[in-house]
């Protein structure tokens, strides 16, 4: 009986080169390959600091303003679900005339 397709010899090796390459890709795609990215970037510009590096006080002044982000973002979550309470009570107090399961 013969086979119908390739034989695994040619398979085998195929699938192995398109596993690696999309291994590959993830990899250069991924954090891995920022992380590779940015050494190489340190190390042609002879061991300085990148100059996207933050200080340590730029670095907490950072921080600070992101708490300071969350904070209202949290606040103005809290003004939006009072606003929807308010609009939907309203919404059920002009309802339509006989609306509330009046005789009809």
Request: proline residues 7%; hydrophobic residues 45%; charged residues 20%.
């Amino acid at each position: 009986m013969m086979q119908a397709g390739p034989p695994v010899e040619v398979i085998v090796p195929i699938f192995g080169m398109i596993t690696g390459i999309i291994i590959t890709g993830l990899l250069i795609i991924g954090p891995i390959g920022r992380a590779i990215g940015t050494s190489i970037t340190y190390w042609l510009a002879g061991g300085r600091k990148h100059p996207d590096a933050l200080a340590a006080p730029d670095l907490d002044e950072v921080h600070d303003r992101l708490d300071a982000l969350q904070r209202q973002v949290g606040e103005l979550a809290e003004r939006q679900e009072f606003t929807e309470r308010l609009l939907a009570q309203a919404r059920q107090e002009r309802g339509l005339p006989g609306a509330g399961g009046g005789a009809g």
